[in-house]
């Protein structure tokens, strides 16, 4: 029996898509982005807007400056292979620090800045992490454990560096009287604009890098247990902004012409690939959003720009929805918009629709590959089915397998959803044994999540393998908050699972059983508001003399799922 699903889904692809890509016309994913930057060297690569001030960088700007960043990393002796962390919030140093790091031959670990002195250790230590590119308002965390890490380096920036002049000074004064920057103390700090001055005029060492080359640890929970770093290679990044790109045909997109607005952080992957990538490929502006959860300075970034195309996830969708003055705004000139990392519910879908005449197109993938996986189609007059994550992109292929370890065809029943092709990882960074038990030996990818295939070639997602919660479109692992959880001294027992939640899709919720009876929710709250990134602090927490268990002893994280149905 075929252990592979025929691409049915092919017959609803739209007029113009090809049904696979080819990426032999690209050498490496910099030299396809520094030919980007050439080409479109006139026309506006990114752009940000913090209140009245604005910085605008063309194509041929940024050019220079990636060339300066990359020829300052090897002037302070980085080799191609070094890992270099990224630490920053969307503003226009990232892709300057992004590409440097690429054109200098090292390899990328988007960090998320948020993180906690605990978690920046393990991901640092994890990867290998030499040197550290990190905006200012988050270098107090890395000083906690900077001593445990193999940092020798370290590039600060600030928010307010952009503007430059006056306006950065007061931008970076008001974050600080705000305490949105805390003091730290780092050993041989290296401010951008000085290390960019340093790297001005001297010439930058071209390394050669083959298709299969890593070019980026981009860190995910994967389908259990703690953070593990996806290595994604040239053929994995550049293959999924192929794919991508074939997608968008079915849009008259114009080259040089198009505003994307970019309020995810560039450091997830989505946001990653899917704006910062495939976006400089049409020679677009990626409309920077520092802080999309202030919805009326997004709405005020949104009336400005324009932008032709967005991207976001359900909850942030939903919040601009619910803004009156985003519901005024002119959307003729809007192309499309996609959702992902998480589902998107109907009544947003429809409520977009209906506010801006275009379809919330929902899309699915993961960082193992790069991200997307499956996509409805874009354009309009396209068959889009909300409540399904679309067809497999070009030269993809995806299988339903079932329990029984048959691949279940439509109406056949519900299974596993697993994917196989050229966007998919390499494995997880020097851990073989959980690369073994994500990936097949002929290259299927087990995403964990529970699906079926309709007549068309449509996928839906019914239920969930792991027990990952996805706290709006972020991965949280229970064994992660579980062992953060279970280090209070005064805490016996704990299992940590995801309830559902209006706003995130889902929280964390934990289950305690305690040690000490003194123990309160208050203290606990506090204790994991020093361990845990915001969106992995538990929402809910209940105490109960005992947690459910198999005969074995091993806690029933299902079991209390159950109780909540």
């Known amino acids: 029996m075929s252990k592979t699903q025929e ?41 940000c807007l913090i209140k009245n001030n604005q910085k605008t960088l063309t194509y041929g700007e940024l050019d220079e400056k990636v060339d300066q960043m990359a020829a300052y990393l090897q002037s ?36 998320n800045p948020l993180y906690t002195g605990r978690e920046i250790e393990h991901q640092f230590n ?19 454990v900077i001593k445990k890490t193999q940092v020798k380096h370290i590039v600060t920036t600030s928010i307010g560096g952009m503007f430059g002049g006056a306006k950065g000074w007061l931008i970076n004064t008001v974050l600080k009287m705000k305490g949105m920057v805390k003091p730290f103390k780092l050993a041989g700090v290296v401010k ?35 953070a593990k770093g996806a290595m994604l290679t040239n053929k994995n990044l550049l293959s999924n902004m192929e794919q991508m790109r074939a997608w968008m045909s079915g849009v008259n997109m114009v080259n040089g012409k198009e505003a994307m607005l970019t309020p995810l952080p560039m450091y997830h992957i989505f946001s990653f690939t899917v704006n910062c990538l495939t976006m400089s490929s049409f020679g677009a502006m990626n409309v920077l959003v520092p802080n999309p959860r202030d919805i009326p300075g997004l709405v005020d970034v949104i009336a400005k720009t324009k932008p032709t195309m967005m991207t ?11 803004n009156a003055d985003f519901c005024k705004l002119d959307f003729s000139g809007l192309k499309f918009a996609i959702g992902g990392a998480m589902a998107v519910q109907k009544p947003v879908a429809d409520k977009w629709k209906e506010v801006t005449g275009q379809e919330l197109v929902e899309g699915y993938g993961m960082t193992e590959s790069s991200p997307v996986i499956s996509a409805n189609p874009v354009g309009v ?86 027990d990952m919660i996805l706290v709006s479109g972020f ?8 062992g953060v959880v279970a280090g209070h001294p005064k805490v016996l027992e704990v299992a940590a699972i ?9 929280a964390v919720k934990i289950f305690v059983v305690k040690k000490d009876a003194s123990l309160t929710e208050a203290e606990l709250r506090e204790y994991c508001a020093k361990e845990l990134t915001g969106y992995k602090k538990p929402k809910h927490i209940e105490f109960r003399d005992e947690l459910p268990k198999t005969n074995v002893g091993k806690i029933l994280r299902r079991a209390l799922r159950d109780e909540k149905k």
């Not at 140093?93 to 390899?107: D, K, N, S, T, W």
């Not at 994550?389 to 439509?410: L, N």
């Not at 991965?475 to 579980?482: L, Q, S, T």
Request: proline letters at 4%.
């Open 381 to 466: 007059g396209n068959n889009v089915q909300v409540g399904t994550i679309g067809i497999p992109m070009p030269s993809t292929e995806v299988r339903i397998m079932g329990e029984d370890d048959v691949v279940k065809g439509p109406n056949e029943g519900r299974g596993e959803i697993q994917v196989r092709g050229p966007q998919v990882m390499k494995g997880y960074y020097n851990r073989p044994d959980e690369t073994a038990k994500t990936m097949t030996e002929d290259g299927w990818l087990r995403t964990g999540d529970i699906g079926v295939i309709q007549e068309d070639g449509y996928f839906k997602i019914v239920d969930r393998l792991k």
């Open 7 to 47: 691409r049915i889904w092919l017959k609803n692809y739209p007029e113009g898509i090809a049904h696979d890509i080819n990426i032999d016309k690209y050498d490496s994913l910099i030299d396809f982005i520094d030919g980007n930057l050439k080409k479109f060297k006139n026309n506006d690569a990114f752009t």
């Open 76 to 111: 302070i002796g980085l080799k191609k292979g070094d890992k270099v962390a990224l630490m920053m919030p969307n503003i226009v140093q990232y892709p300057i620090a992004l590409f440097g790091v690429m054109r200098a031959g090292c390899i990328v670990v988007n960090t």
């Open 126 to 144: 994890d990867a290998g992490v030499t040197a550290v590119i990190i905006a200012e308002n988050f270098a107090f965390e890395l000083e906690k």
């Open 312 to 322: 976001g996830v359900n909850t942030l969708f939903n919040a601009m929805l619910n």
């Open 475 to 482: 991965n949280v692992y229970p064994n992660e908050i579980e």
């Open 498 to 506: 995801g309830v559902p939640d209006a706003k995130s899709s889902e």
């Open 192 to 226: 951008m604009p000085k290390a960019l001055s340093i790297g001005k005029g001297k010439k930058v060492t071209r390394h050669k890098t083959a298709k299969d080359d890593m070019i980026c640890i981009q860190y995910t929970g994967g389908t259990t247990g703690v």
